[in-house]
């Protein structure tokens, strides 16, 4: 069975840190996929990343970076220089290309304050 | 292009009452989620549906809870009778299928907040 775990329930940080969510995740295929989602007080889920597991090039995105091991399982994400607008909660989750294609097991989330 | 769309945002009712939500897919997407999230579970996976299909219902809390998607461009939740535990805010997505693309992130429907009195 396919599980994602985000440890860190809650990430409190000074505006200008660097602060790295992470990501760890289980499951027995060998093709499946990874994703980043955003959660802001807003409350509407925002897609941020995907990744396949064929493809562990870490990925750069202004202030935003995905590090993929697959010798790890992990999938974290590295917010360079935090802002206020930053503080969210955010959630790793991992489809498989199975019998359950199209479905997305999503972690508990990791809330993220950014203080100014 | 619209995003998903969700019906009502805000939903107030009384324990007993029947509410029903309702969610408008992305156009071309051939994959709907309901999810329900609490500070106590998290976001939950309550049913999935594909072409119009239902997947995987194993979500679903229990028979109050049912599901429908009578075409591609429209599917429904139901709460009959509500309860007070199922104060929530309920989320539909919708995506690509695996088989169409490469890409099957989900796109996330504003919410519909419910509380249940």
């Known amino acids: 069975a396919q599980k994602v775990t985000q440890a860190q329930t809650e990430i409190s940080v000074v505006e200008k840190e660097d602060v790295t969510l992470d990501c760890v995740y289980e499951t027995r295929d060998t093709t499946y996929y990874l994703f980043w989602y955003k959660q802001p007080p807003s409350g509407e889920l925002v897609f941020l990343i995907r990744?396949?597991?064929?493809?562990?090039q870490n990925e750069i995105s202004g202030r935003y970076s995905w590090n993929f091991q697959k010798s790890t399982s992990s999938f974290n994400f590295t917010i360079t220089a935090s802002q206020v607008v930053d503080s969210a909660v955010y959630f790793c989750a991992l489809s498989e290309a199975g019998n359950n294609a199209g479905k997305s097991t999503f972690g508990d989330g990791t809330t993220l304050t950014v203080k100014p | 292009d619209a995003g998903v769309i969700q019906s009502p945002r805000h939903e107030v009712t009384e324990m007993g009452q029947e509410v029903t939500l309702r969610c408008k897919p992305i156009s071309g997407h051939d994959y709907l989620f309901w999810y329900r999230q609490t500070m106590m579970r998290g976001l939950e996976l309550l049913i999935y549906?594909?072409?119009?299909?239902?997947?995987?219902d194993s979500g679903m809390p229990e028979d109050r809870f049912s599901a429908k998607m009578p075409n591609a461009s429209f599917s429904t939740l139901k709460i009959q009778p509500s309860e007070p535990r199922d104060s929530a805010v309920y989320f539909c997505a919708s995506s690509f299928g695996l088989a169409v693309s490469s890409y099957n992130e989900q796109f996330f429907g504003p919410g519909t907040r419910l509380t249940v009195l």
């Open positions: 549906f594909n072409n119009n299909v239902p997947i995987d």
């Open positions: 990744r396949n597991s064929f493809d562990e």
